[in-house]
Nanobody
Framework: QVQLVESGGGLAQPGGSLRLSCAAS????????MAWFRQAPGKEREFLGY????????YYVDSVNGRFTISRDDIKDTVYLQMNSLTPEDTARYYC???????????????WGQGTLVTVSS
């Protein structure tokens, strides 16, 4: 059974950091792009970036480039999202997803986790 399971969400203070994890299981992820999205209340799901499982190269949208970092532990089959300099605008449910193509579009992602909630507040 293919599963993506996120963890690591919680409450962070403005200016703080959090690291989210996405444990991927049930298949080989070679050739897949592992992405992070987020969805704030009342807003559409937003693409943040992806990590190529094969090449190890990440891609980020401009709004998070320099603050967020996606990485991988290929022994644990886990993808991470390191988030720094958090602001209240980063409050959202964060999802990891997997696609066989490099894409910013939710419809191209075959596999999704259930999400983990991040709240940034003082």
């Amino acid at each position: 059974q293919v599963q993506l399971v996120e963890s690591g969400g919680g409450l962070a203070q403005p200016g703080g950091s959090l690291r989210l994890s996405c444990a991927a299981s049930g298949r080989s992820w070679n050739g897949f792009f592992m992405a992070w999205f987020r969805q704030a209340p009342g807003k559409e799901r937003e693409f943040l970036g992806y990590f190529s499982w094969s090449s190890g190269k990440p891609y980020y949208v401009d709004s998070v480039n320099g603050r967020f970092t996606i990485s991988r532990d290929d022994i644990k089959d886990t993808v991470y999202l390191q988030m720094n300099s958090l602001t209240p605008e980063d409050t959202a449910r964060y999802y990891c997803a997997a696609s066989p193509i490099a894409s910013m579009l939710t419809q191209n992602y075959n596999y999704w986790g259930q999400g983990t909630l991040v709240t940034v507040s003082s």
